[in-house]
């Protein structure tokens, strides 16, 4: 117990933080995602072709955009991860 709590206390504050920002980011995405899915399972109604192409380019750019910044979250956590981690060694 009493080396968890000195391993904790070199973990810098500011990396804490950092890392608590991107996993605040990735729950934000949590809502629209939601949207898509509905728009993608929903396939017990039968299907308006109208609707579909209204709502096909609308979904396409929120997944556009989804991947974009999901995939830059993902790095930005990883090299905190290895930031924390090689501090950790030192």
Known sequence: ???SIICIKTVPY???LNLRDS???LES???PLEVLEKYFTNSTTPIN?????KQYYASAKL???FHKDYA???NESQ???ASITQNQKI
């Not at 072709?49 to 192409?53: F, S």
Request: proline residues 0%.
């Open 1 to 3: 117990m009493k080396n």
């Open 63 to 65: 997944f556009e955009t």
């Open 79 to 81: 090299k905190q991860l």
């Open 49 to 53: 072709k109208k609707q579909v192409v």
């Open 23 to 25: 996993l605040e980011r």
């Open 29 to 31: 995405w949590k809502e």
């Open 72 to 74: 830059l979250l993902i």
């Open 14 to 16: 500011q990396e804490i």
